[in-house]
């Protein structure tokens, strides 16, 4: 990681935040993975397809399972998702909104349906020590709220 001064620096592990979803979500991977193997393997005498469906599966929910590292500079916004990093500058959106996890930047000017997919996701530690801070830096940086 980088030896500037960050403005905000917090992380958050849902895996050990939220621990009753991460037994339900846990739950839910083995029942899907035994369905698969049931599929893939047994039936369909083809492991390939459960080895490729499991690294989709596990792969889109990895997210979940490592801790997640947010830095905010005064040009840009880093994200360390264990060893791979996310840069984005300020310049890049155009308006913030809150959920109930956290806040998503928008690179348009108003919410669209696009910023799941072009947005960025900043999801709130457990004790939300940061948010009325990560609140005045984006009202500062990024501009609009919605």
Same mark, same amino acid.
């Given at each position: !990681? +980088?030896?500037?001064? %960050? ?7 849902? &895996?050990? %935040? +939220?621990? @009753? #979803? ?6 839910? !991977? /083995? ?6 193997? $049931?599929?893939? /393997? ?11 469906? !499991? ?10 399972? /490592?801790?997640?590292?947010?830095? &905010?500079?005064?040009? #840009?916004? $880093? ?21 109930? #996890? ?11 349906? &696009? %910023?799941?997919?072009?947005? $960025? ?5 457990? %004790?939300?020590?940061? #948010?009325?801070?990560?609140? +005045?830096?984006?009202? +500062?940086? @990024?501009?609009?709220?919605?």
């Amino acid at each position: !990681m +980088e030896n500037r001064e %960050d403005l905000l620096r917090w992380t958050s592990h849902p &895996l050990l %935040d +939220e621990a @009753v #979803k991460s037994i339900f979500l846990l739950a839910i !991977m /083995i029942f899907v993975s035994l369905i698969l193997y $049931q599929t893939a /393997i047994i039936t369909w005498n083809a492991p390939i397809y459960f080895y490729l469906g !499991m690294l989709f599966f596990i792969g889109s929910l990895i997210t979940w399972f /490592i801790p997640t590292t947010y830095i &905010l500079f005064d040009d #840009k916004i $880093q994200i360390w998702y264990w060893k791979i990093k996310i840069e984005r500058n300020w310049t890049d959106f155009g308006c913030w909104y809150t959920d109930k #996890k956290g806040v998503l930047l928008s690179t348009f000017k108003r919410p669209r349906r &696009l %910023d799941n997919f072009r947005g $960025q996701s900043l999801r709130f530690s457990k %004790d939300k020590l940061e #948010k009325e801070r990560l609140f +005045e830096l984006l009202a +500062e940086k @990024v501009g609009e709220r919605y």
